[in-house]
């Protein structure tokens, strides 16, 4: 599934290639993804030039003079950038068209989604509501510690809460607990203000390294019939479950929490 290291390579894969573009068509063949793409895109775009290009939370949004496009990839969805003309395969749902370029919407479990809002962008429901940027200056210890008193919520779950911060997957929450050495099932209001500190030092590193190694893949968006932008990581937590802690040794526990697979050390994590 992508998460914010994808969407933000994914971001920095396709907005070079179409900055400052005037859109000339759009080709919607599928229109059932999460939510039905708005049949007017193509009346609203054509003719407009693509303004800015940016990333809340896993929502890319591409703002025109009349309004911005959000697209979100859900569980399987990539964009990349093809030439016009390119024949379009299976699961590539929506083209954009800009110039002699355009962007293509691929997604075989359909669960993305592609959306239009006029007028500003932060006030769509789905992005009012969202917590800070996780690379934001406004993402500190101090926050997490003053947003968790006297909340008995686990802090893996108030962690991946995006009212909370945006952008903490599952792997990254199961990453950054274990390297800050908090146990995923403790309550969020226990956890003192320098662990905070600690833990929002880790989030932000795992975040930050997956998306540099996300920028050797910046390549793939564009052409080929690859899938862009989903990197291999190094993983220490995650995915690790019954398997030596590397800092202990001792087996790593794989537990569920809120339908999550939850891999943490009982022993350096408390
Ligand atoms: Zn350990």
Redesign the pocket.
Known sequence: MPELPEVETTLRGVSPHIMGRVVAGVVVREPRLRWPVPPELHGLLVGQSLVSASRRGKYLLLAFANGTLMIHLGMSGSLRIVPVGTPAALHDHVDIIFGRNLLRYHDPRRFGSILWQPGDVTEHALLAHLGPEPLSDEFTGEYLFQRSRKRTQNIKQFLMDSKVVVGVGNIYANEALFMAGIKPIRKAGTITRRQYQALVERVKFVLARSIEQGGTTLRDFVGGDGKPGYFKQQLLAYGRGGEP??????P?KEVRLGQRTTVY?????S
């Open positions: 802690c590397v800092q202990c040794q001792k790593l050390c009982t022993v350096c994590q």
